[in-house]
Each structure stands twice: as structure tokens, then as C-alpha cells.
């Protein structure tokens, strides 16, 4: 069974830092895309960042230049480094990947995490 495990999660002051992380376990064949999405109360849930698996990374605009997402195959994770956090960043994180399961002859299934809070106080 494949799962998506999220930490990092927290309380952080505004302007301050916080790397979340994401692994991915169980038996599957390839990791596609990754990325992370945030979500807060009656609202839907948005992208922050992604890295395909060529390393081609996009950033929402509200983050870009402030967020890196990065990824090591090896580890089968996925991070992401939020620096210059503002209040506007409070929101629960939710980890994302695209995944063939059984070979290159499957289609890429979609995986959540259970999610993060970040909590940025000003």
C-alpha cells in the first residue's frame, strides 16, 4: 500500500522558517511529479510548489522566491523550505505525488498525504 507521510508541520513566528517533508513508502515503480498544497478553512485546496521528475519545479506566485521545493530519489521524499513565512501562510500542508504502481505500462495514481498544520503567528 503506498502512503505519503508528512512532517515539519508547527508554530513559527512571522518571518521565520520551516521545512516540511514528505516520504513515500510502500511498493510502487516510479514517482512522477510531487508536489505540496495548502489548505484553509472553507476555501479549496491550492498548489504551493511542484517538481516533476525531471526537476522542473513551479511555485505559486503568493511563495515564489521565499519556498523551494526539492526532491531525492533515492529517499523517495519530497521537501519543501518556507522562509519569509507570513501570517498568510497559516494553513494546513498537504504532501502530493503522482505514482506508477505497477510498471511503465500503468497509469499514475494520485496520493495525499494526511496533511500539516503551519501555523505562522504575527
Known amino acids: 500500500q503506498v502512503r505519503l507521510v508528512e512532517s515539519g508541520g508547527g508554530l513559527v513566528q512571522a518571518g521565520g522558517s520551516l521545512r516540511l517533508s514528505c516520504a513515500a513508502s510502500g511498493s510502487f515503480f516510479r514517482i512522477n511529479d510531487m508536489g505540496w498544497y495548502r489548505q484553509t478553512p472553507g476555501k479549496q485546496r491550492d498548489l504551493v510548489a511542484r517538481i516533476s521528475s525531471g526537476d522542473i519545479t513551479t511555485y505559486a506566485d503568493s511563495v515564489n522566491g521565499r519556498f523551494t521545493i526539492s526532491r531525492d530519489y533515492a529517499k523517495r521524499t519530497v521537501d519543501l523550505q518556507m522562509n519569509s513565512l507570513n501570517a498568510e501562510d497559516t494553513a494546513v500542508y498537504y504532501c502530493?505525488?503522482?505514482?506508477?504502481?505497477?510498471?511503465?505500462?500503468?497509469?499514475?495514481?494520485?496520493?495525499w498525504g494526511q496533511g500539516t498544520q503551519v501555523t505562522v503567528s504575527s
Open positions: 502530493n505525488a503522482w505514482i506508477r504502481v505497477r510498471g511503465w505500462s500503468s497509469t499514475p495514481d494520485e496520493y
